[in-house]
């Protein structure tokens, strides 16, 4: 993008198409950096990317990159920052072409937000938006926005119904957000996956815990996506109470052996552990 993109920025006939561009590339750059672990990195690129969006005058783009704040936001544990950014983008939205699945996606995040901050009457009332955009029929495309799907509204629904305590509800949201990743979707399966575990954990079914979490084990080992790994550590720390029961003993040295494998496969991209669940 330094040596492409950024002379255009300066050239003036290059258009405001060459400023939307760097915005999402440079978004996309937030994204690489915020699954390799680099937090402060991605917080830099969203911050760059969303006045270049807004010079460019494309503001589902700019409310695109705003959601990706909120989501940052909410795992660096800026629950304020997300509620903000969740909403700036709405405000974005609101004054571009209707997008109905970007709108889910910010009322998603907003949603989560919400969920952290104990707030149960609005947080549903967002995750319940979110739900009616994403069926909204017409949906208009953009060649800059990344997809926001079924299975990406039940895998972030999944989390909200956890934060609000409803692990029942968040069960089956979760069994849905597994049911609709393919085999090709490897990280966002294994995320959905993490969190079906939690919630049977957190519910106290180790054995249905325990079904999902040997498919867990089968997850590639060269998936190089830090969020993963960080989520599989906090994933052994919540069944480490249970070990006295034989088969989460037995599980655990399965997982303790195919982490050993993943650190040696990725040990040049995986730095300590640490972090929050997606």
Do not use: C, N
Request: net charge neutral.
């Amino acid at each position: 993008m330094k040596d492409r993109v950024a002379p255009r920025l300066v050239d003036i006939s290059g258009g405001h198409g060459v400023f939307a561009a760097a915005a999402a590339l440079t978004e996309m750059a937030g994204w690489m950096a915020h699954d390799s672990g680099q937090d402060d990195l991605a917080l830099g690129h969203f911050q760059r990317a969303l006045p270049l969006a807004q010079t460019s005058g494309d503001l589902p783009l700019a409310a695109h990159i705003a959601a990706s704040s909120s989501h940052l936001a909410l795992q660096t544990g800026d629950v304020a920052g997300a509620v903000h950014w969740a909403q700036v983008g709405l405000d974005l939205a609101g004054r571009g072409p209707r997008i109905p699945a970007l709108a889910s996606r910010l009322h998603t995040m907003h949603a989560r937000a919400l969920a952290v901050a104990g707030q149960h009457t609005v947080a549903h009332r967002a995750l319940d938006q979110a739900r009616r955009d994403l069926v909204a029929s017409a949906d208009a495309g953009h060649p800059w926005l990344s997809p926001f799907d079924p299975g990406r509204l039940a895998s972030e629904a999944a989390l909200i119904l956890v934060d609000l305590g409803e692990h029942d509800a968040a069960l089956d949201t979760a069994k849905d957000a597994v049911a609709l990743r393919g085999a090709d979707r490897t990280r966002s399966l294994a995320l959905s996956r993490i969190t079906l575990v939690d919630i049977h954990v957190r519910r106290g079914d180790l054995d249905a815990a325990l079904d999902v979490g040997h498919a867990l084990l089968s997850t590639s080992p060269t998936l190089g996506s830090v969020r993963v790994v960080r989520q599989l550590d906090d994933l052994r720390t919540a069944l480490e109470p249970h070990r006295t029961y034989g088969p989460v003993r037995e599980y655990l040295g399965r997982f303790d052996d195919a982490r050993r494998a993943r650190m040696l496969l990725l040990a040049d991209l995986i730095p300590s552990p640490g972090g929050t669940r997606t």
